[in-house]
């Protein structure tokens, strides 16, 4: 066997010490990858939270606007059953898919940080009023009455009723996001300043364009 030259030698030095480092490598890859699974989120949470802390007022906005979501979307699952029209119905099919992902999104967000869950409740905010259930005005919701009104209505009056009441429930929920802003330190958290703001402009361009449909029938 014939003895490894100089150069060949130190090419293969050179060889090894390039595959060392690049295990190093791919073990400091490895710690810093970010963790996936069930904790994952709670720790983006944490550190999200530890950057932007979110307020009181952040945590009552996500638990309210989920019962104000759910007035809405039973509001629009009724399109189909109640002879809407066609326009209607497209509007409903768009506020059930949108209000609904958004629903889980701040359910997500109020357990990713420890807070009380609520499960939707049409109605809006039950709260505890030393031991009896009473629920909380909202923006915008819908009294029983009005609910009852809409459920009657067939047709045509279903239309005017649902654009004129959804109106007025788009507008309570603007009314929502602007109280959240109007405290001092809220709305700093990443996901409820984007979910806020994305409220204020969809459901400002959705009024806007119920009052067109409004007046395509003829409503003054």
């Not at 073990?27 to 720790?43: E, H, I, L, M």
């Not at 906005?61 to 497209?90: C, D, E, K, N, Y």
Request: aromatic fraction near 4%.
């Amino acid at each position: 066997m014939h003895p490894i030259s100089p150069p060949r030698k130190a090419r293969r030095i050179a060889a090894a010490a390039v595959l060392a480092l690049g295990f190093a490598g791919s073990v400091c890859a490895a710690q810093g990858r970010p963790k996936t699974g069930p904790g994952a989120a709670k720790d983006r949470a944490r550190a999200d939270s530890a950057r932007l802390p979110y307020t009181k007022a952040d945590i009552d906005f996500m638990a309210g606007m989920i019962h104000h979501h759910a007035q809405a979307i039973v509001m629009s699952r009724w399109a189909p059953t109640h002879g809407a029209s066609l326009a209607t119905q497209r509007l409903c099919e768009r506020i059930i898919n949108a209000q609904s992902d958004e629903i889980s999104m701040m359910q997500h967000w109020l357990e990713d940080r420890n807070q009380p869950v609520p499960e939707p409740n049409a109605k809006g905010m039950p709260m505890d009023m030393g031991g009896m259930q009473h629920i909380k005005p909202m923006p915008g919701m819908l009294t029983d009455a009005q609910m009852a009104e809409l459920d009657a209505a067939r047709g045509v009056e279903f239309d005017r009723l649902f654009l004129t009441f959804m109106i007025q429930h788009h507008k309570g929920a603007v009314t929502m996001v602007k109280d959240l802003f109007s405290h001092r330190g809220a709305g700093q958290d990443e996901t409820v300043f984007k979910f806020a703001s994305d409220v204020e402009t969809d459901q400002t361009t959705e009024i806007n364009r119920m009052a067109t449909m409004l007046l395509q029938l003829g409503a003054p």
